[in-house]
């Protein structure tokens, strides 16, 4: 199972949504593949924002080797879920998708926790660090979600 995660930047929210799936699945001895991009390519090549490693060192988990990269088209054949975190996201990951199988692998991340409810991950680039703690948390149940659900597939 190959997981990516994608936000607009992937500098504030994707990179720590990658930390934290990582983590909950080691937790869980889920093996699966995680990686992190943007739709964007305005912060290719950097680390995540500090406040985003900031809030993970917090609950134990290192993302400081993570480097943005952009959403490509070639993603659809290496990964089998992508999650995004916004509606505009979702528009632009599947506006590059070529078969409508390839579209339904990607998924708003809060529909893992409120189904159905096309909820986004509020992006914390411009706002103070509680922002930051708010996303990790809306993460962390996501991800605990997403490892459950992967674990129910297996049974
Ligand atoms: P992210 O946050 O999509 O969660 O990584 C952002 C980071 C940078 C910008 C926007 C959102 N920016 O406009 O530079």
Do not use: W
């Not at 799936?21 to 990686?35: F, H, M, N, P, Q």
């Amino acid at each position: 199972m190959k997981v990516l995660m994608v936000c607009l930047g992937n500098i504030c929210r994707s990179p720590l949504a990658e930390g934290v799936l990582k983590e909950t699945a080691k937790r869980e001895g889920l093996d699966i593949y995680v990686d992190s991009a943007g739709t964007a390519a305005y912060h290719a090549g950097e680390r995540p924002d500090r406040r985003s490693q900031e809030v993970a060192r917090k609950h134990g988990i290192d993302i400081s080797n993570q480097r943005a990269r952009q959403f490509e088209r070639e993603d659809f054949a290496l990964f089998d879920r992508i999650y995004v975190m916004d509606k505009s996201n979702y528009d632009d990951v599947v506006s590059l998708a070529d078969t409508r199988e390839d579209a339904a692998k990607v998924e708003m991340i809060l529909n893992t926790v409120y189904p159905g409810k096309d909820l986004s991950v509020p992006d914390p680039y411009y706002g103070g660090n509680d922002g930051f703690e708010k996303v990790f948390q809306m993460l962390d149940n996501s991800c605990k979600k997403v490892v459950e659900t992967i674990l129910a597939e297996k049974q």
